[in-house]
């Protein structure tokens, strides 16, 4: 049963936009009494943008009060244009492409200097420099996810590159960033470099790689409960 005194955790999955990555991670949260609402976004339709994506976003918090949003990897352009639109109590982050006011997401890997910053990882951790699904994605999921994943994944849509991210500043409010200790996409350290330059705030790090709520669901949910009983 739900516990309406506990918050209610809006979930925005990174490229591609599909609720389905989050489905563990609800799971854990309903039993931990907490309303949990995996957001499914059209990250294929070409004519759906970060608006679009935002609007969706604030029609499933609809009129709660007591919102903790989380936003995975790309998603967080999402949450940015969301927070200018609708108020929430809290933002965490995990795993996330950070944006400033007006960044586009295709610029966004350039500005931060994240291809380079994986490119390095890999050298130093001996595995393939060349993006590949496995490599950077899958290389700690368990059988078991990967056998009951859909079939098809969806691709992103390159409007979502292109468009500047609409949004005046951070809200004042308590944010956090998670960072998984295995994320070959964007490297441990790449990420403590962006959190502390973009939020002036550190990472809290757990294990996994960058599908951590796949990998390691245990891990954010018991930082996401954490963080509720913190004195900010």
């Known amino acids: 049963m739900i516990d309406p005194e506990n918050p209610s955790y809006i979930l925005i999955p990174g490229a591609g936009?599909?609720?389905?990555?989050?489905?563990?991670?609800?799971?854990?949260?309903?039993?931990?009494?907490?309303?949990?609402?995996?957001?499914?976004l059209p990250g294929d339709d070409e004519s759906a943008g970060l608006d679009?994506?935002?609007?969706?976003?604030?029609?499933e918090i609809g009129q709660r009060t007591n919102v903790t949003l989380v936003?995975?990897?790309?998603?967080?352009?999402?949450?940015?244009?969301?927070?200018?639109?609708?108020?929430?109590?809290?933002?965490?982050?995990?795993?996330?492409?950070?944006?400033?006011?007006?960044?586009?997401?295709?610029?966004?890997w350039g500005n931060t200097g994240a291809t380079r910053a994986r490119i390095v990882a890999a050298e130093r951790g001996g595995y393939g420099t060349e993006f590949d699904l496995q490599t950077y994605f899958l290389h700690d999921l368990p059988e078991g996810?990967?056998?009951?994943?859909?079939?098809?994944?969806?691709?992103?849509?390159?409007?979502?590159?292109?468009?500047?991210?609409?949004?005046?500043?951070?809200?004042?409010?308590?944010?956090?960033?998670?960072?998984s200790a295995d994320d070959r996409f964007f490297p441990l350290e790449f990420q403590r470099r962006i959190a502390r330059s973009r939020l002036k705030t550190d990472v809290h790090v757990i294990r996994g790689g960058h599908l951590?709520?796949?990998s390691n669901p245990e891990g954010l949910v018991e930082q996401f409960v954490g963080y509720e009983h913190e004195c900010d």
């Not at 679009?52 to 029609?59: H, P, Q």
């Open 17 to 40: 936009g599909m609720a389905w990555y989050w489905h563990r991670v609800v799971a854990l949260l309903e039993q931990a009494q907490r309303e949990a609402i995996a957001v499914d």
């Open 52 to 59: 679009d994506y935002a609007e969706i976003v604030v029609r």
């Open 71 to 108: 936003a995975q990897s790309l998603g967080a352009f999402t949450a940015a244009v969301a927070c200018e639109r609708i108020s929430v109590g809290k933002l965490i982050f995990v795993n996330a492409m950070v944006p400033v006011p007006g960044e586009t997401a295709g610029d966004w």
């Open 145 to 179: 996810v990967l056998r009951s994943g859909p079939a098809h994944q969806r691709d992103e849509a390159e409007i979502v590159f292109r468009q500047p991210c609409n949004f005046r500043r951070w809200p004042q409010i308590p944010m956090r960033v998670i960072a």
């Open 212 to 214: 951590v709520a796949l």
